[in-house]
């Protein structure tokens, strides 16, 4: 199976301090990983390198393909654009625009079609369940709701990865495995707007979630990998390479 995440001996430190300490990691194609870890353990920290977001003090992270670690500011937000679909706990959207509008400004940054646009995101919401408030604002929504256009958001300029940090540590609990069920769904599958089969890499602090919704395990403690399993749900979830879904 292809490698879609490579690192290698990354490290990243605040005032000579590890945040992450000499980590190496490989993530396949068509995989759902979790991060664990206690709190200040580098769990957030891997995934904003990994996105591009932070930059290694050493080491080399190789993403599609792709050396990252040299890319310059540009190259990286170029990066983003069309290799990563993000999604935080506390959604991160615009309240002054509606559900549709947060949705299509990520690929007007992206510089897609205002057609294509257009029909990608309605494609997205009917999938996900909230097509009906397209034209609502954020504020009128549940936590659930807001989730879920967050990770329509992401998926919109059809990424071959999704990173998550802690996408359910604002949602209840139903809600929560709403959200997961979906990631679920979207590693299995392609569906009508050809972005499923994805890879996912999510941080999360509950291990029943992770045993339940996802392949593999990562532990961290204090920067450094300290177990790496599959789970259960190994079985059950079906492993796929996501090159030709997301193109």
Known sequence: MDTLIDLTNVTKTYDLR???DNVSLSIPAGEITAIMGPSGSGKSTLLNLVA???RVTSG???VAGREITGLG???LARYRRETVGLVFQFFHLLNNLTVRDNVLIAAQLAGMSRKEAATRARRLLG???IADQAESFPARLSGGQRQRVAIARALINRPPLLLADEPTGALDTHSGEQVLDLFRDLNRHD???GYGGLTIVLVTHDPRLAERYTQRVVSLIDGAVARDRTTPATTSLRRRPVYEAVQ
Do not use: K, N, Q, R
Request: hydrophobic share 40%.
């Open 18 to 20: 590890p945040a992450v």
């Open 52 to 54: 591009g977001l932070d």
């Open 60 to 62: 080399s992270i190789t």
């Open 73 to 75: 500011e540009a190259a």
């Open 127 to 129: 999938d996900l369940g």
């Open 191 to 193: 569906t009508s707007g």
